[in-house]
């Protein structure tokens, strides 16, 4: 009978029953309707837009099929189409034929240097894709371009080519990241058994490996595809100059246009948005029959390396070739223009004016604390309101049967298929024509940011939570706790690892983000990589320099120091 | 046809501290044969194999093909494994799932720097798959094959380029138990047949007694017994091995003189005559392991002149169907008989047992800490 007592007292205290109920229920809802709202509200208001001329305050909007028009009868909409296809395409491909090359190299022989490998696979993450641009011009345009200087003309980075180079050269370590991972979870004895029957170190890579990683190797590419379709940065920076546009940067164009066009953008931003949406579907029903050459056995050791003889020197020479163009080059270049007063070539003459000029006049930029200070706030709030927010939302879709619960997995991932910009302009239309008083401040840019980043939020926590046993909550539950009680003191407490990797991640990638930023600042809402972008249209070069290489030292002293700490804490996954 | 000297592999890894996994394996293996290396798990045996496929490179030892030095750690001679043209058949099969059962079969035929005629490799890898019987699913995809055809098609696999070697890895340990009798049979026959030189590498002590001529046992990465199956059952030289190899009972005695046969030890059990080729000093501590089936029990006491006879109560007894376990104390010892159910004698009865000095082996050093009934 004592046992029972508990549940006499709940039952005599319906009052309490139902608080108990309450707070959960009400935690459930709200954050349903937070994310409805996050992300709903700005893909449904897009798509009404692109169907409404740009309203003005003489004439309010109408319906019209004038966007879709224009936006497609004229040749121009195909080179378009065509050119973005082409470029994420290209940029996919040359990422992935050197992601998977290094992967291979990396994995599977003897190659020098290989403790390095993995430290070049955060390069994406510490230079910021408009720096790693910005370097790359001063390096191979034709007019100031070191590279073009010293060994004649040599390369027009003004180009498609160069756009992939940047582009694809930039992303190959998320590549890397990808096949490696497919490489790892393969039965080493696929491939050695081909060795055993007389295959060379070549044939058993073409014939086993690559052919039994091929559905990852796939799913990577598209990843990398939508990723380089929404790529901003460089299409503006190296496409706009040249009049080559893609998706992105009409898009771009068209809101800065004079007078905006904001229904043309739209138009243009519904297209790109189902490019990426039949790119994610493809991705994600790649990934979920990834099973089907799986064939790992729960042995944990890695297969032998192959001893490729002299061949090594070659790959781990490529291995150093590619550190130094995308780390060595870009990096030392910026140095350089940070260094000078006016920007000029490396020469005799520029040695002897070196100065720390640009640094002392960035920092006494009157815009520079306050760009600093905001994308810290952005970070860091962005980032808290991330994690908190798709624990409750893991939990519900992991932990709960409640009916539709897919239904909040599909919202929260849903912005995996916003591009950048195109979030950026639907948060812009809508917060325009619906006052509530957050347009043109920071909040706005907060709240994209918390969309943009949702979908990382909710890969970090569910993998954490799966591990999480049940019974650990269960058993919180029949010591007395409230729901809220276990949540706190149980559930976040034990995804402590996952939520802190996740939130360091998202605090970095929010610190580099431009393509939103781009339509959602104004005047005294700068952030970091604004700052950046407006050095560049100043074409203030040294400041922009300056402040590049203090911003890529920040940023790999903060990923050193988490490391680090990381370590020792046990924190993974990053 | 295959030599093994002073074979030592050491597994290197930056995180924890190298693993001796195989020292100073000797071993020869004449043409035709097949020869087991049969242990515990995790004793070396994949390692070892491994090293003479040369997916593992060895620390030292020197390892002979036919006339073919394949490794050899002194003058740093290292064949690759794809130009040592040695089947293998994979503990996991190592099916490629991407390919149709004649693909995967075909396969080493394809890789060869000679061409081959695409009649010639049809002709030679659909032989191959009926020796196997798999002929008729050759344009299956590999997946679809159940655990018994996987095993077979990669048996196809490492024979269909005519090695002069064949290694298996516990080729046995996927399939069930019954699909596991069979294949060994089968394994057997193909074998015996094709006359190919094999190591069988396996933790299963029936497995290796059915199919082998030779069998090395391995203990924490060293050889401790080389011989034919009877020999390595009948007169095991160390514990592990007698217990390894079947259930024993271990006795302890000190050596009182010696016989024509071996030697007379006394023991708790009274005096034994035990058998020993190789020369031992009176007075000696050693242990014996006697097996319980060579325990032959009679409830009157028997009249064979070279046997000992023992004495004892039945304490327990188990009926097993085809046999019958006795459990027997003598003087405080319990020793583990088995024998035809024929035998009634009810618990607390007196029983006798004789045995033959032949089946009553000395060991190697004492056994006192592993002696033990099973
Ligand atoms: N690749 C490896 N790296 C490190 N240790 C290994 C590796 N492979 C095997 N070992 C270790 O070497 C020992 C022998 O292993 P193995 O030869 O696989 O044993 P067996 O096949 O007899 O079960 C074991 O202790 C095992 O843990
Ligand atoms: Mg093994």
């Known amino acids: 009978m004592a046992m029972m007592t508990p549940t006499n007292e709940a039952m005599g205290l319906p009052g309490r029953v139902m608080r108990r109920l309450d707070t959960k229920w009400f935690v459930i809802g709200g954050a349903t309707l937070v994310v409805a709202w996050l992300t709903l509200i700005p893909l449904g208001f897009l798509l009404w837009q692109s169907f409404h001329s740009t309203g003005t305050m003489q004439e309010p909007a109408v319906l019209t099929m004038e966007n879709y028009i224009t936006a497609f009868e004229s040749a121009e909409s195909l080179v378009l189409m065509g050119n973005s296809l082409q470029f994420a395409f290209l940029t996919a491909a040359f990422a992935l034929v050197v992601g998977t090359f290094f992967a291979w190299v990396n994995e599977r022989t003897n190659t020098p240097f290989k403790s390095l490998f993995f430290a070049m696979s955060i390069i994406p993450l510490i230079i910021p894709g408009i720096l790693f641009t910005v370097s790359w011009i001063m390096l191979a345009s034709p007019q100031i371009g070191i590279l073009n200087k010293v060994f004649g003309s040599w390369f027009d980075i003004y180009s498609m080519a160069g756009m992939v180079w940047v582009d694809g050269l930039h992303y190959a370590p998320v590549a890397f990241l990808l096949v490696t991972a497919a490489f790892r979870s393969m039965d080493p004895s696929l491939e050695e058994s081909a060795m055993m029957s007389g295959a060379s170190v070549v044939q058993t890579a073409f014939k086993v490996t690559l052919k039994l990683a091929w559905p990852a190797i796939l799913a990577a590419f598209i990843i990398l595809f939508i990723r380089a379709i929404e790529s901003f ?12 546009r893609v998706f992105t940067s009409a898009i771009y164009d068209a809101v800065h246009s004079y007078p905006s066009n904001i229904g043309l953008a739209s138009a243009y931003a519904v297209v ?35 001893d490729i003889g002299r061949w090594r020197y070659l790959t781990g020479g490529i291995f150093i070739l590619y550190v130094i163009l995308v780390v060595g080059l870009p990096f030392l270049v910026l140095l350089w223009a940070s260094l000078q007063r006016y920007y000029s070539v490396p020469s005799w003459n520029a040695v002897q004016h070196l100065s720390f000029n640009a640094y002392a006049k960035v920092l006494a930029y009157p815009g520079f604390y306050t760009a600093v200070w905001n994308s810290v706030k952005l970070a860091l709030g962005g980032a808290t309101i991330v994690m908190l927010l798709t624990s409750i939302i893991c939990w519900i879709t992991i932990r709960t049967k409640i009916q539709g619960r897919w239904l909040l997995d599909v919202l929260a991932s849903l912005p995996l298929v916003f591009p950048g910009i195109v979030l950026g302009l639907s948060l812009m239309v809508f917060y325009l024509n619906f006052d509530i008083g957050i347009y043109a401040t920071l909040w706005i840019m907060l709240m994209a940011y918390v969309i943009k980043f949702l979908p990382y939020g909710m890969r970090y926590n569910s993998t954490s939570m799966v591990q999480i046993h049940k019974e650990l909550e269960e058993s919180a539950a029949m010591s007395g706790a409230s729901w809220l009680m276990t949540f706190r003191r149980v559930v976040l407490p034990l995804m402590k690892p996952g939520l802190m990797a996740g939130w360091i991640y998202i605090i970095v990638v929010s610190v580099r983000e431009l393509s939103s930023s781009i339509l959602l600042y104004s005047p005294g809402n700068e952030v970091i990589s604004i700052m950046i972008w407006e050095f560049w249209q100043n074409g203030q070069y040294v400041e922009l320099s300056a402040f590049g290489v203090m911003m890529i030292t920040a940023l790999f002293c903060f990923i050193m120091l988490v490391q680090s700490v990381s370590k020792r804490f046990g924190v993974k996954g990053m | ?89 994979f503990q996991s099969y190592a099916i490629w799932p991407h390919m149709s059962v004649f693909e995967n079969a ?19 890898v659909m032989k191959m798959l009926a020796a196997v019987s798999l002929d008729h699913l050759a344009e299956r995809q590999a997946t679809q094959l159940s655990g018994g055809q996987q095993q077979r098609l990669a048996l196809a696999r490492a024979l269909v380029m005519e090695p002069e070697l064949l290694l298996l890895d516990e080729p046995l ?46 203990n924490q990465g060293k050889i401790v017994q080389i011989g034919s199956p009877r020999d390595i059952y009948e007169r095991p030289k160390t514990a592990f091995v007698a217990d390894f190899i079947g259930s024993t009972n271990f006795i302890e005695g000190v050596i009182r003189d010696r016989s024509d046969h071996g030697y007379i030890v006394d023991s708790a059990i009274g005096s034994l005559a035990a058998d020993r080729k190789d020369d031992l000093t009176v007075g000696t501590a050693v242990s014996m392991s006697i097996r319980p089936e060579d325990l032959r029990l009679s409830e009157t006491p028997p009249t064979d002149t070279n046997h000992t006879v023992i004495q004892g109560t039945v304490s327990a007894k188990v009926f097993l169907g085809e046999c019958i376990d006795f459990k027997i104390m003598v003087n405080e010892v319990e020793l583990l008989a088995r024998c035809h159910p024929s035998i009634r004698t009810p618990v607390g009865g007196t029983i006798y047992m004789s045995v033959d000095p032949l089946k009553c082996a000395i060991l190697n050093g004492t056994a006192s800490r592993t002696a033990s009934l099973h």
Request: glycine share 8%; hydrophobic share 40%; proline share 5%.
């Open chain 2, 1 to 89: 046809m295959l030599t093994i000297e002073n074979l030592s592999t050491v597994y290197q890894s930056p995180s924890a501290k190298p693993v001796l996994a195989a020292s100073d394996v000797n071993f020869s293996v004449p043409k035709g044969r097949l020869f087991t290396l049969l242990g515990p798990s995790g004793c070396g045996k994949t390692t070892t194999l491994r090293s003479i496929a040369g997916l593992e490179r060895p620390t030292t030892g020197v390892i002979t093909a036919g006339n073919r030095v394949v490794f050899s750690g002194d003058s740093k001679i290292f064949i690759a494994p794809n130009r040592r043209q040695f089947g293998m058949v």
């Open chain 2, 173 to 218: 340990s996927n399939l069930d138990a019954k699909l596991r009798e069979k294949m060994r049979f089968e394994l057997k026959k193909i074998q015996r047949e094709l006359g190919i030189t094999t190591i069988y590498v396996t933790h299963d002590q029936s497995e290796a007694l059915a199919l082998s001529h030779e069998i090395a046992v391995m």
């Open chain 1, 233 to 244: 940065e460089v299409p503006a920076l190296l496409g706009l100059p040249i009049g080559l």
């Open chain 1, 272 to 306: 790109l948005l189902l490019i990426t949406s039949v790119g994610i579907y493809y991705q994600s029903r790649l990934s979920n029959q990834g099973s089907k050459y799986s064939t790992v056995t729960g042995k944990g050791f890695r297969p032998r390396v192959a």
């Open chain 2, 106 to 124: 075909a396969f080493p035929l394809r890789v060869r720097s000679k061409r081959l005629p695409e009649k010639e490799i049809k002709d030679k």
